[in-house]
């Protein structure tokens, strides 16, 4: 048990410090994990907290579980290079350092099955109406019913073989009510529930789950994992009119293969990224 004078000492460590134009305060919280959340830089504004976080690796690489969380994030990618846009200090935008060697390069796809699957979680355990189903988009955008309301952005860094870093930036619609017309189809938890969250308590919560599912991966219970990430896979099958290469067609989601690309049955067969339409790419695949 937690000493009550180590809750004071652990609330109590908090430092301003100085980075170029911000001001950030690094603290250390309880969030009930092991590891995962008890070290937080909050920024006031960065452009992205992926590059934040890749640029510390490249100085003395944090501790497992160390997270960079934007209050506003400027210049924030998403999968495949498109941008993420976001209202400040209305949604959470962070990044998590994790250090991932027991996955081989080839192995990277698991940590986007466990990132998606903990944001997943989080997003539900607000959702009360049986009516709003969450879901993964393939690869790694969280949707509830047909609108987005997270994406996940995972970079490595490569020892050989093996993955010596990884840095899981997620972005959560929180208390954005609205959004820019190039995202039509974009929600958030306060649009979902009608109620408005605090920020800090979310990051928080968030811990959990990302923390169970990633040390499902690391005790090896891939059949589980996989199982639990087919399950939530968006339209899986379900025949929909869908544009590949933009070239409309009728196809059905079967699944994602091992290394991370997308199966789908259409009328010409089933198509994958060894084919000559790049389904790797999510940026090809459209439901119409």
Known sequence: MV?????IFIFAIKRLISHKDSIFILQMTLSGTLFTGHIVDKLEKVDSTNR????????????EGYTVWALEQFAGRGQRGNSWLTEPRTNLTFSIILHPRFLSVNEQFWLTKVMALAVAEFVSSFLKSASLNVAIKWPNDIYVNDQKIAGILIENVLEQSTIKFSVAGIGININQTSFDPSVPNATSLKLLTGSAF?????????????????????TGNYKKIDEAYHKLLYRRGVLS???INGKPCKGTIKGVSATGQLLVD???????????????????????
């Not at 000493?3 to 809750?7: D, G």
């Not at 010409?268 to 459209?286: A, P, Q, R």
Request: aromatic residues 10%; contains cysteine.
């Open 198 to 218: 605090e920020l800090e308590d979310c990051l928080n919560r968030i811990f959990i789950p990302i923390e169970k599912f990633y040390l499902e991966l690391r």
């Open 266 to 288: 259409t009328d010409t067969g089933v198509l994958n990224s060894n084919e000559s339409l790049e389904l790797s790419d999510v940026k090809h695949l459209v439901f119409l």
């Open 3 to 7: 000493s009550f004078f180590a809750v």
């Open 241 to 243: 009119n869908i544009s």
């Open 52 to 63: 934040y976080a890749l640029d510390l690796l490249k100085q003395r690489p944090p501790v």
